[in-house]
């Protein structure tokens, strides 16, 4: 199967779980990291898929690989959520388009690959993209949202772990890098448990917890999971650029989303859908995706 309709696939998985993620931390949950602990403990409900998948015996370097992506997801995944927590869904979806950012440098430190004029003209783009973005018109006054700090790490450690996939996918069954990968998740996410702060919040969050929210959880936890297995299956077969480039797609369906739902159900998701707002958030979108394809077929 070609790269191109699994990074489809994987980008509209995650744009589903990117609005359940928002609307599940607004309105359900009080701490973000619970939510979190929660859906990488769901996670183990993936393994069972790789029950009737003939999985090999991991070599070292494989075991390294595996949980060095892990990790990779895990630190993307708790600066994704905390950034989730303070900043309109939208706009951090649209900061996702800035890990190609940080895939270039990582090439440029770690494999000596020099930067050519159309790379860092889509550089100063992305930059630009980035600002927009996470810019908010507020009282005649425009102002950057403290998510874009968060989004940045998020997407630092999210180009390390599509490089170590890439990379670590080459000469490996993909089904058992992901099965590997994804038991790697579940000692990871226990990590949380060493902060005392989160250990309290924990006890008191789990008071509010009923059946049917984490069935809710558990289906967003799924989809995200999906959308995993479909973005590294597409890693492993297509360039890391032309896989990031399809990202515009999850942009624009999220944006689009998430206005409609403002529109119609402001109970459950609402944003800035004044003009000065929309056209900031449309020019961010432009200026990211353009950038993201300039540096795919350059």
């Known amino acids: 199967m070609s790269w191109i309709p699994l990074a489809l696939l994987a980008y509209l998985c995650w744009s589903l779980s990117n609005l359940g993620d928002k609307i599940l931390i607004t309105n359900k949950f009080k701490h973000p990291f619970s939510y979190l602990f929660l859906s990488f403990l769901i996670s183990g409900v993936v393994l069972l898929g790789g029950l009737g998948v003939e999985i090999s015996r991991p070599s070292l370097s494989l075991s390294l690989f ?4 892990a990790l990779g997801y895990v630190l993307t995944s708790v600066f994704y959520i ?3 927590s303070i900043e309109e869904i939208s ?3 649209m900061l996702w388009n800035i890990a190609p950012i940080f895939s270039l ?3 440029w ?3 000596g690959e020099k930067l050519s004029s159309v790379e860092l003209i889509a550089l100063l783009i992305l930059l630009v993209g980035a600002f927009l973005a996470s810019a908010h018109f507020k009282n005649r006054k425009t102002v950057l949202s403290y998510g874009l700090v968060y989004m940045i ?3 630092l450690f999210y180009a390390g772990y599509a490089v170590t996939v890439r990379y670590a996918t080459a000469g490996t069954a993909f089904f058992t890098f992901y099965f ?3 038991l790697w998740l579940l000692p990871l996410a226990f990590t949380l448990l060493l902060s005392k702060s989160f250990r309290s919040s924990l006890r008191i969050e789990k008071k509010s917890w009923t059946w049917q929210l984490i069935g809710w959880v558990m289906l967003v936890a799924i989809v995200a999971r999906a959308g995993v297995l479909f973005n590294q299956w597409a890693l492993s077969r297509g360039p890391v650029a032309l896989v990031n480039a399809t990202e515009g797609f999850q942009t624009i369906f999220v944006f689009v989303a998430a206005v409609l739902l403002t529109r119609f159900r402001p109970d459950i998701l609402k944003e800035e859908i004044d003009r000065k707002n929309v056209l900031l958030k449309i020019g961010g979108a432009v200026f990211l995706v353009v950038g993201i394809l300039l540096l795919a077929f350059q």
């Open 105 to 107: 440098i990582i090439a």
């Open 180 to 182: 590997y990968f994804t």
């Open 66 to 69: 595996t949980f060095l992506a």
């Open 82 to 84: 905390k950034a989730v």
């Open 91 to 93: 706009r951090v979806n």
């Open 153 to 155: 790490l998020a997407a």
């Open 109 to 111: 430190i770690l494999l």
